[in-house]
């Protein structure tokens, strides 16, 4: 008998509200673009993601948000593929 593959979980804005150090609620409000990059956070983003300093964080504003939301992701996925076979 086989055994059943391992179902992984996928990455969600629970994580990535949990690496950014807020809360799941405001990371919905920042990928929707009802609220704005703040300095702390556009702070932790240039760290955390080198490329923007922390002007070019909060211009990149949502749209750049969903860019790193996605990029997460896919690593996840990627990942969790890579453990199952």
């Known amino acids: 008998m086989m055994k059943p593959k391992r179902r992984y979980k996928a990455y969600n804005q629970y994580d990535f509200a949990e690496l950014l150090q807020v809360s799941q609620p405001m990371i919905s409000l920042l990928l929707s673009g009802e609220e704005k990059i703040s300095w702390p956070l556009g702070a932790r983003l ?39 076979a």
Request: proline content about 3%; aromatic content about 8%; glycine content about 10%.
């Open 46 to 84: 240039s760290k955390l993601f080198p490329g923007k300093d922390i002007e070019g964080w909060r211009a990149a504003g949502s749209k750049g948000l969903k860019l790193v939301y996605a990029q997460k992701k896919l690593e996840a996925e990627l990942n969790s593929k890579k453990e199952v």
